[in-house]
């Protein structure tokens, strides 16, 4: 029967093929559904080579019919652009193969003896890594320059060294760069976790950089050591080994802050990969615990309980993230009781969520989230978290009463504000002069203020630049003050400002309107501005300069900044050496760090906002593809961005993987 069936299919699509032929080869045609008709009459069970060799009976005689009568032994050469396919893919296919699977030879290595035995230095007398275990080995000795950390401030400065200018070390707890906007997706599922990770190795590669996996602890800034606490063998003890440095780079970003809350040991938070898998599978079981017959009203209910405490882009994208989740992909495979008590929170200590954005944004987010049956608590606090439940207080706007409430959880994310790194801790502990509380004070030229200069840098969400303009007032008033009569008057005024603009950017936009500031702090109007006016017009304006915010944007173009420094000083080390001019100072070759914001985004549920300069651009799918277009493009490797990309096609297809692994 299936032959039959296969022949009389082949026969119709010979036929239709055979009426698709110009009038001149009626002929043949009619010959070739005259030949068709005794083959399957004869073989009504035959297989399909009888409907086959029709097909090319009627493909010949079309193409003999073809041939002019002056040419009778003329042929034509058949096509079969299906096989020249294939032996095209096949033979891409064995290249591909040969190339990646040959067998390589690996030179021989000899390794120096300070390779293999590290001799032992500095004021705990630890192994010194003088020399690394590297396949190359350079005669010309290079200076060193070593990064703590493998983030957003890392990788900036990474993309903007020029290879061979430095010997590149970096030294970080984890073997891989990840990329920290898009761990909310990674942690429903939308995304994969292998897709926002590339190598450290693999980025050090065009520099011929090395890595050293473990911890910073501690620095001996006099003999320029790093201390570094190398992870344990599988039957040893924990090692701590000297690396030394020409320049340090501190990267080491930051923690989340408690603000004195107890239970937040009972909490998630999502700084790194490893977070993103741990609240992963804490949805994924909350949500099959709630599913079963065995579970209780209530316990189902605080299972399906999910509390966000920071209304930040972190917690508004998590939030966002996992009520695509119920709504997508929850509904269509789970009880329809599980996406009917779901339940999500944010806990916001300020009138709005998203309060570094426009008002208009957050506005806009607050009404979507409405939509979404997303509960946005705002001018609250949070009392306690416990393994069951949250506690927080709101104050009445109209009565000013202090109302205290709770919420049954079983999973509380904690996303608010930010702490120093221990390594940043103890580095300001060195120095007596640091005295933020969250972060490392540098310069303009991102220095460690109290460190040597041109030796300790810091970047990122582990640094703040100064922002007091005090340290500067004698020097400035010195170059000013030309004639000497311990006054600045308003030629001297606009020559002082022009000075403090050109040391710290972050100034400028508060010294705009100079002769305004002129006449403000004059105040006993003589056209000239004492000491103490100075004074007082120095601290009016420092307090007015904010520090930056702590965003991948703010350390992505800090690292490059450095990056493009230290290429300039290689270039010009030797000229400046031949002058004279010691290269511990930057300002003699390289301006100092200005910052250029080009906005904020973020993600609210298949729509985003966008907080540009100038102007605020809120949307639906096409404000999302937006996003992940600029996403996508900030990808560290091209591998990264293949992967993204076919992680959104397979969510869009078939959903998110709601699997636990």
Request: glycine share 6%.
């Amino acid at each position: 029967m299936f032959g039959l069936r296969g022949a009389g299919r082949l026969s119709s699509l010979a036929l239709r093929q055979a009426t698709r032929w110009p009038a001149q080869f009626s002929t043949a045609a009619a010959a070739s559904r005259a030949a068709l008709k005794p083959a399957v009459s004869l073989r009504p069970t035959g297989s399909v080579i009888d409907a086959v060799r029709a097909s090319r009976a009627l493909s010949t005689s079309a193409r003999w019919s073809n041939v002019a009568p002056s040419e009778p032994h003329a042929t034509t050469t058949p096509t079969a652009p299906s096989a020249t396919g294939v032996c095209f893919v096949t033979a891409a296919i064995l290249a591909h193969d040969s190339l990646t699977y040959g067998e390589d030879k690996v030179a021989p290595v000899s390794p120096t003896v300070m390779e293999l035995d590290p001799p032992r230095k500095g004021p705990k007398n630890l192994p010194t890594l003088v020399d690394l275990l590297d396949d190359e080995n350079d005669d010309a000795k290079k200076p060193r320059l070593v990064i703590v950390g493998a983030g957003w401030g890392a990788m900036g400065v990474l993309k903007t060294l020029n290879p061979g200018d430095y010997e590149v070390v970096v030294v970080a707890d984890s073997t891989f760069n990840q990329f920290t906007p898009l761990l909310p997706s990674a942690a429903v599922g939308t995304v994969s976790a292998r897709s926002l990770i590339e190598s450290v190795r693999k980025l050090l590669l065009p520099l011929r950089g090395s890595f050293v996996y473990g911890r910073a602890v501690d620095v001996v800034m006099g003999e320029r050591l790093l201390e570094i606490e190398v992870p344990a063998t599988p039957d040893g003890d924990k090692k701590r080994i000297y690396l030394p440095y020409d320049k340090l780079v501190i990267a080491v970003g930051s923690v989340s802050a408690s603000h004195g809350v107890p239970g937040l040991e009972n909490c998630f938070q999502l700084k790194t990969i490893e977070d993103a898998q741990k609240i992963r599978r804490r949805i994924i079981d909350n949500v099959e615990i709630a599913s079963l017959p065995t579970t209780t009203p209530e316990e189902r209910k605080r299972l399906l309980s999910f509390i966000i405490c920071g209304g930040g882009p972190t917690g508004v994208e998590v939030a966002a993230e996992i009520s695509d989740l119920v709504h997508e992909d929850l509904i269509r495979y789970f009880p329809k009781i599980c996406a009917q008590e779901l339940s999500i929170s944010i806990i916001q200590s300020r009138d709005h969520i998203l309060n570094t954005y426009s008002e208009s944004i957050s506005q806009y987010a607050e009404k979507r989230f409405e939509r979404e049956a997303v509960n946005v608590i705002t001018n609250a606090r949070v009392k306690e978290v416990t393994p069951k439940s949250v506690k927080y207080s709101v104050k009445d706007p109209k009565t000013g009463k202090v109302v205290e409430h709770e919420i049954p959880s079983a999973f509380t994310l904690w996303s608010t504000g930010i702490a120093m790194n221990p390594f940043t801790q103890r580095v300001t502990d060195l120095l007596p002069n640091q005295v933020h509380k969250k972060a490392i004070v540098v310069d303009a030229h991102m220095r460690v203020v109290g460190a040597p200069l041109g030796t300790v840098y810091c970047i990122g969400d582990a640094s703040t630049i100064e922002t007091s303009l005090m340290p500067y007032l004698l020097d400035l008033i010195e170059k000013a003050d030309v004639n000497k009569d311990e006054k600045i008057d308003k030629n001297e005024w606009e020559v002082l400002v022009r000075e403090v603009k050109r040391r710290v950017p972050m100034a400028s936009t508060h010294l705009e309107k100079v002769n305004d500031i002129f006449k403000c702090y004059d105040a006993d109007a003589d056209d000239a501005l004492s000491f103490n006016e100075l004074t007082t017009a120095f601290e009016g304006v420092s307090k007015k300069i904010t520090s930056l915010p702590a965003t991948a944007q703010v350390a992505s173009q800090q690292g490059k900044y450095l990056g493009k420094k230290f290429t300039i000083l290689a270039k010009q080390g030797k000229t400046l050496h031949e002058n004279g001019i010691p290269d511990d100072y930057d300002e003699t070759y390289c301006k100092p760090f200005e910052y250029k914001h080009l906005g904020s985004l973020a993600y609210i549920g298949n729509a985003a906002v966008f907080d540009l300069p100038g102007y605020s651009f809120t949307g639906g799918l096409a404000a999302m593809y937006a996003w992940r277009s600029v996403y996508w493009s900030e990808q560290v490797s091209f591998r990264t961005r293949a992967l993204l990309m076919v992680d959104w096609v397979i969510r869009g297809l078939f959903g998110r993987d709601l699997s636990r692994l």
